[in-house]
């Protein structure tokens, strides 16, 4: 069974589109380490609106996203094989096509383009400020994957 991206994103969205509202009106706790602490200068009277405007900021590539992108990319990979184990063992392919699936070279690209497109949602909600949401795109990728390839694995073999 594969889960493709469209429905991945719309799944993505429809949870997510509740807290879009929500999110906005939560107060986030002031930065650990102000900003003119990490460019050497001393406070100045501006330091005030440079903390309130990068309030909550980390950076793209932090050390939680890259945990969450190894797992997506674990969890498209799991996928990938999970799908392949599940045609050799008689089973129809039923989000994408049989043909897609078993060329195994183009299935590998659209499982890495998967992956891809899950970190530029994350970008985007990062770009916004959606930093929540950000990290459950990969969260929710995450999750949908591997409960996809444990099915795929669990479904009894044709004969
Ligand atoms: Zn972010």
């Not at 939680?64 to 184990?85: E, H, I, M, P």
Request: aromatic share 10%.
């Amino acid at each position: 069974m594969r889960l493709p991206l469209c429905f991945a994103v719309v799944f993505i969205f429809a949870a997510s589109a509740p807290n879009l509202r929500s999110q906005e009106l939560i107060t986030s706790p002031p930065p650990l380490i102000k900003p003119n602490a990490l460019m050497g200068t001393t406070a100045s009277s501006d330091s005030a609106t440079v903390a309130a405007s990068s309030r909550d900021e980390h950076r793209f590539w932090d050390r939680k996203n890259d945990w969450l992108f190894a797992g997506v990319a674990a969890g498209r990979t799991l996928d990938y094989f999970s799908t392949l184990n599940f045609r050799r063992r008689g089973h129809q392919e039923v989000f994408l096509t049989n043909d897609i699936v078993d060329n195994h070279a183009g299935f590998a690209v659209i499982e890495a383009a998967s992956t891809g497109a899950s970190v530029g949602a994350s970008y985007i909600f990062h770009h916004y400020r959606h930093h929540k949401l950000e990290r459950w795109t990969s969260i929710v990728h995450i999750g949908l994957a591997t409960s996809g390839a444990v099915r795929n694995y669990s479904l009894k073999t044709v004969h």
